[in-house]
């Protein structure tokens, strides 16, 4: 029996979040993340959405997004596919890169919306990888007009 498919209100705010198939990384180099990072602007303004936080770890990411499309699960497909069939080709691999569905939690108010954005934010601080969230060069904001 397939899934059922997931509704994203246009207007929505959402933190999304996917993983490494079997935690292994989605990126190995900063090639890797750079094109990413293009791939996630690219995604943004082709589905509409306005990226209030991102966050790129090496076996996962995490986005705050608020879409006037409603195209979320479009966009993120879009983002992984691309994503993964550039690295497996960049690194002779083949498969699935990302685990199943990614994650998304429907953001219901602006404290929601700016607690989601400094845990995103806050990511490589709390796995050690810096001492400050400014310190970490793949997070930010995108800010693709919705």
Known sequence: MPRPLRCFEP?????????????RDIVIDDDDRAAFVKLL??????????????CLMTNHYH??????????SQAVQYLNGAHARR??????????????????????????????????LLNPVRAGLV?????WRWAGAVGSPA
């Open 63 to 72: 986005l705050v997004v608020e879409t006037s499309s409603g195209q979320v």
């Open 41 to 54: 602007a690219r995604s943004a303004v082709r589905f509409r959405m306005h990226v209030h936080a991102w």
């Open 131 to 135: 001492a400050a969230p400014e310190d």
């Open 87 to 120: 690295f497996n080709r960049r690194h002779g691999r083949e498969g699935h890169l990302f685990r199943a569905r990614f994650r998304a939690t429907l953001l219901e108010d602006e404290r929601h919306l700016e607690a989601a954005c400094a845990y995103v």
């Open 11 to 23: 207007g929505g705010f959402y933190h999304l979040t996917a993983r490494g198939n079997n935690g």
